[in-house]
């Protein structure tokens, strides 16, 4: 009985489809391929393996090298990081969420890379002071708009940085938002140095916001955790708000390894 359920499933398999994704798991065993490397591997010719890459490449999913050669796209990378979300990571973040906001009053975040370019906010405590900021789960921002999505994008590797900055878009939001790659490249050399990103008002006028990544054991930035409130209280609490993000990440990062 079961071979047959096997049979009946096998038909409806669709060939390219499944090469493709053959194709990515190579990736497994192998940091770089070329297109020779991938047609041999797989049994297939070149020019059937050169159009595959090509457009797991203009997905995202592979990018390609100075040397020709492929290697796993930054696609992969957000893909696994939702996948981890939703299984675990919200609900291993959310008690740290609560009890960061109940040390701050101020609303806390938990955010993701949603794909190569953007964050998008999959949890929150909201402050509880009359005067606090409500980001509704689910926006999506710009990573370089956010002191989230900086965090995570200084802990990138240099090529993912390298491609986020071809393709994103630097409209500012206002007269503080990172205007172009050169000013986003020396923001996160100086977020490395000090641990932390600042949002001073880049993404809306009289809000602040401090972030700092949730880093797993192979060095990989899964996450952010953010405090959010108005600019004159985030600044004068700077000191206090960016030690209690470190040290609860520091204790999240301690759950994930």
Known sequence: MSNNKKDNSQKYILSSLDNALSILNLFFDKEEMSVSDIAARMGINRSTAF?????????????????????????IFSLGQVAYSRMELIPLVHPYLEVLTEKT?????????????HIVFVDKIIGTLSLKM???VGLRLSAHATATGKSILAYKPQEFVEK??????FTPHTKKSIADGKALIKELE????????????????GLTCYGVPIIDASGNPIA?????????RMAANHEKYVKVLQESVKKISGSVM
């Open 51 to 75: 159009r595959m890459l090509v457009t797991l490449e203009k997905r995202g999913f592979l990018t390609k090298k100075e040397n020709a050669k492929y290697r796993l796209g930054g696609k």
């Open 105 to 117: 009053k101020e609303t806390s975040h938990l955010v993701i890379m949603d794909d190569a370019n």
């Open 134 to 136: 409500d980001t509704p």
């Open 164 to 169: 986020y900055i071809e393709e994103a878009d």
């Open 190 to 205: 100086l977020i490395r140095e000090r641990g932390y990103a600042v949002d001073d008002e880049e993404t809306e006028i």
């Open 224 to 232: 952010a955790i953010s405090s959010s409130g108005p600019t004159s």
